[in-house]
């Protein structure tokens, strides 16, 4: 504990089961071996990662406040009262880095608003390693989160995504819940144009890490199975 304000760290994790030195650097485990106070979207895959990558850290001293969907906002103004008490807090993401398609925006604006300083740790996302790696414009893209599950709704998205796509020549990312990216690949070959250019990238990181990026015509004949695999979707139509 310092006699000033703490820092809030932003603490990226693995996208998968892999070791974590593989894919962050050195300063993510020098944070974590000396912040005891943490906010996390769940607690045992949290004391399990913060095991895995600190060893000999004392479990039984982590302050651990959970951040999910069944957080009230109420609860969680007090998450950062351990800044103000001299205390660094760590907002540890579940998969990738924090508050980027995932919990934890609303705490690092509540950081700002209360003058505590922010540190963005460096470590995997999905979303950047996908456009990276896609071929697609990386000098102008949108991220859309989830898309509609209503078929006629996610119909009506995708033809959204696409004309964006072709009018600001801006490419369009998309994510899906992993049961769900069968069908959603389905849905977007059967609605695109056979021109328009799809990238998936599953797995991102992984030994099983598949990225391709093709015409909608060209998939037509690929076979991937993408079922419960992580996956990150990129259109983009010249």
Not at 57 to 73: E, G, H, M, R, Y
Not at 74 to 98: I, R
Not at 197 to 202: D, F, T
Not at 204 to 209: A, C, G, K, N, R
Request: contains cysteine; glycine residues 4%.
């Amino acid at each position: 504990m310092s006699s000033d304000i703490g820092k809030l760290y932003l603490i990226p994790t693995t996208l998968g089961d892999n070791e974590p030195l593989e894919v962050l650097p050195i300063s993510v485990k020098k944070v974590i071996e000396r912040v005891d106070h943490f906010i996390v979207e769940n607690e045992k895959s949290a004391r399990r990662f913060i095991k895995k990558i600190t060893p000999k850290k004392a479990q039984p001293s982590l302050k651990i406040n959970v951040l999910d969907k069944f957080t009230s906002a109420l609860e969680s103004q007090n998450y950062l009262n351990a800044c103000e008490q001299g205390y660094d807090v760590g907002l540890l993401s579940e998969a990738g880095v924090p508050a980027i398609a995932d919990p934890g925006a609303n705490i690092v604006l509540q950081a700002h608003q209360k003058g505590i300083r922010v540190v963005p740790l460096v470590g995997p996302s999905s979303i950047v390693l996908a456009m990276m790696s896609s071929g697609l414009n990386g000098q102008n893209f949108a991220f859309n989160g989830y898309i509609p599950i209503d078929k006629i709704q996610r119909k009506k998205k995708i033809k959204e995504m696409e004309r964006l796509s072709q009018s600001l020549n801006q490419s369009q990312i998309f994510i899906e819940t992993p049961y769900r990216n069968d069908k959603l690949l389905a849905d977007l070959l059967a609605t695109l144009s056979p021109n328009t250019m799809l990238c998936v990238a599953a797995d991102i990181t992984l030994s099983v890490e598949y990225i391709k990026t093709m015409t909608v015509k060209a998939w037509k004949n690929e076979k991937e199975r993408l079922h419960k695999r992580p996956c990150i979707f990129i259109i983009h139509k010249l």
